[in-house]
C-alpha cells in the first residue's frame, strides 16, 4: 500500500513540476513516511517569499485531493 501512494505521489509531483520548472524553480520527491510527504523546493522556489503559500496552499492541497491519507507536506530545504 505504501509503494502503491507513493507512486500516486510521483506521478502528481511530475504534472507539478513544469509549472515550478516555468518559474525558474523544481521540485523533487524525497520520501513519505507517516502519511507525510517530505519534498526539497529548488531553484527559484528556494528561499522565495513565495514559498509557502506554494507548498501549502498548492503542492500540499493537490496531493492530498488525490491521496486523502495525506496530512501534510514538508519542505526539506538543500544543505
Known sequence: MKKETEEK????????????INDGGDLKFVKYEENIVYVQLTGACEGCPMMDITLKDGIEEILK???P??????NIPEN
Do not use: A, F, M, T
Open 69 to 74: 491519507e495525506i496530512k501534510e507536506v514538508q
Open 65 to 67: 485531493n488525490e491521496i
Open 9 to 20: 505521489i510521483k506521478l502528481l509531483i511530475e504534472k507539478i513540476r513544469p509549472y515550478l
